[in-house]
């Protein structure tokens, strides 16, 4: 009897392929296909994996998973690597990887298998979840170890005749999910080539005229509605992804460190979750005590990091997010988003749980500050710094 693969399947060149390549090593192949929100037709592609060898092919629905437990996670910690990656595919991987483990054991299978290549973070996003979810599970990388070229792998399926619709025509690698886009290769690896428009399709700076506000709503860090409506996160990221998109923001041109040591250019559109980064942070600096908010800020920066290095699966992740949790339940309120072409910027926030006091802010009547303590905070406060410009002076 053969043993048993569960495949994470997208339908695309490499995963489909890798059906067969997979039966050819002796391995009956379960592709799984999850629906993280990207476009096209998902139902067809899994309909392609019987004809392909698969001898089970299922898609799972996954949407409000994702968004629940990555996508909202991500936005409460302001996620960006580099300071500008909200981290797309990053926070796909280790859900596709609880999915796949999920299937193996429902199907009794042997092995999971995903399409990654040797040069990128998602393997080492995949293999590592994988590990920390399923010990034993033995995981397959049929893409890493057939050292085809896309070439060879376009042949391969000519020479078989396998029905894949990929083309030699497009020459970019996109990843998509409903936290975005993510666009590699062709003419992009040159790094001083300007991207050429048609790689968007989030984003159009031709429809941007004029600017519009619009009010952003969050309940304890959690968007909650748009322009006084109240909506699911789900609907506030496909309305204001709209809107964003629609002003040409949301674009990141990047020269990224990968965790496997290679400097790499990529592209991204994410309109829905830069614009919900740029809310949450500027009412997160409303509502959060001052030295809570500096310790957030460093944080922030280290589990994108984390996440973007495929520690997802890691006590430090949970520990990360137990205390952002903590600090979640005033962020309430609202942010009011100016987009222009290209930009988005906030111009206005509110919040009854807010620190903003205006009789302490105020220069005009009604001032509550109390002047006079200044006087003797700043003495004791630079007291440190003026011994030490004592003693020097001495030597
Ligand atoms: N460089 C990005 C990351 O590491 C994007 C990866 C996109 N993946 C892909 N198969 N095109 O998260």
């Given at each position: ?92 991987r ?27 973070n998602?393997?080492v996003r995949?293999?590592v979840s ?129 965790l ?49 290095e495929g520690l997802w ?83």
């Amino acid at each position: 009897m053969s043993k048993k693969v569960v495949l994470a399947y997208s339908g695309g060149l490499d995963t489909s392929v890798a059906i067969p390549w997979l039966n050819e090593q002796g391995w009956e192949v379960v592709a799984v296909a999850v629906d993280v929100g990207q476009p096209g037709d998902l139902q067809a592609a899994v309909d392609r994996a019987a004809p392909l060898g698969a001898v089970d092919a299922r898609l799972v629905e996954a949407k409000q998973d994702y968004v629940d437990r990555y996508a909202l996670p991500a936005l409460r910690m302001n996620a960006l690597y580099q300071g500008r990656y909200p981290l797309v595919s990053a926070l796909s991987r280790p859900l596709i990887s609880e999915i796949l483990v999920a299937v193996a054991e429902e199907t009794g299978a042997d092995a999971v298998a995903h399409g990654c290549t040797g040069k990128g973070n998602d393997q080492v996003r995949f293999e590592v979840s994988l590990k920390a979810l399923a010990p034993d599970l033995e995981v397959l990388a049929p893409v890493r170890d057939w050292g085809m070229s896309r070439e060879q792998t376009i042949a391969y399926a000519e020479e078989r005749s396998l029905p894949v619709t990929t083309t030699r025509s497009s020459p970019y690698s996109i990843d998509e999910n409903l936290w975005g886009r993510s666009i590699e290769c062709g003419i992009l690896e040159d790094p001083w080539e300007s991207p050429p428009d048609d790689i968007y399709e989030l984003t159009d700076l031709k429809t941007a005229d004029g600017y519009r506000d619009v009010v952003v709503s969050f309940e304890a860090g959690v968007p909650s509605g748009i322009d006084g409506e109240a909506l699911t996160p789900i609907q506030v990221i496909a309305v204001l992804g709209k809107i964003a998109g629609s002003y040409g923001y949301g674009r990141v041109d990047l020269v990224e460190d990968r965790l496997v040591g290679i400097k790499s250019r990529e592209i991204y559109e994410a309109p829905a979750a830069l614009a919900l980064i740029d809310a949450h942070r500027d009412l997160e600096d409303l509502t959060l005590e001052r030295s809570v908010a500096r310790e957030k800020r460093a944080i922030d920066a280290k589990w994108s990091e984390l996440v973007y290095e495929g520690l997802w699966f890691s006590p430090l992740r949970e520990a990360f997010d137990a205390f952002a949790a903590s600090t979640q339940d005033y962020v309430t309120g609202e942010v009011r988003l100016r987009f222009t072409a290209g930009g988005c910027l906030p111009v206005g926030r509110r919040s009854a749980t807010g620190l903003y006091d205006r009789g302490l802010a105020t220069y005009d009547d009604g001032d509550q500050f109390d002047h006079s303590d200044a006087a003797g905070f700043i003495k004791l406060w630079g007291m440190p710094a003026t011994q030490w410009a004592k003693a020097r002076r001495r030597r």
